[in-house]
């Protein structure tokens, strides 16, 4: 079993910045990729950016520029730094890790943590 505890959401003015973390803990064998997803109230769960092991970077359009992902492998943890935010920003994230155990690749996601962006 692989738990994902995600911490660093709140609540942060237009412009301002927060960043997320997320850490790893359980039994497996490596990570293949974490990343981050979000969901806004009546809206799909999006993908907002992700990380491979090799520290291949993915980013949803509408945070390029904006969002930085980072990863440290030997701590298991990913992190996001989110500048220059938009009220449009605000949902829950969420952490996902693609883990890889002896008899699968499996997916985990974290609780989640509230963003929200408001003046």
């Known amino acids: 079993q692989v738990r994902l505890v995600e911490s660093g959401g709140g609540l942060v003015q237009p412009g301002g910045s927060l960043r997320l973390s997320c850490a790893a803990s359980?039994?497996?064998?490596?990570?293949?990729?974490m990343g981050w997803y979000r969901q806004a109230p009546g809206k799909q769960r999006e993908l907002v950016a992700s990380?491979?092991?090799?520290?291949?970077?993915n980013y949803a359009d509408s945070v390029k520029g904006r969002f930085t992902i980072a990863r440290d492998n030997a701590e298991s943890t990913v992190y996001m730094q989110m500048n220059s935010l938009k009220t449009e920003d605000s949902a829950v994230y969420y952490c996902?890790?693609?883990?890889?155990?002896?008899?699968?690749?499996?997916?985990?996601w974290g609780q989640g943590t509230q963003v929200t962006v408001s003046s």
């Open positions: 996902n890790a693609v883990v890889r155990q002896p008899l699968a690749t499996l997916t985990y």
């Open positions: 359980g039994s497996f064998l490596s990570i293949r990729a």
């Open positions: 990380i491979t092991s090799s520290s291949s970077t």
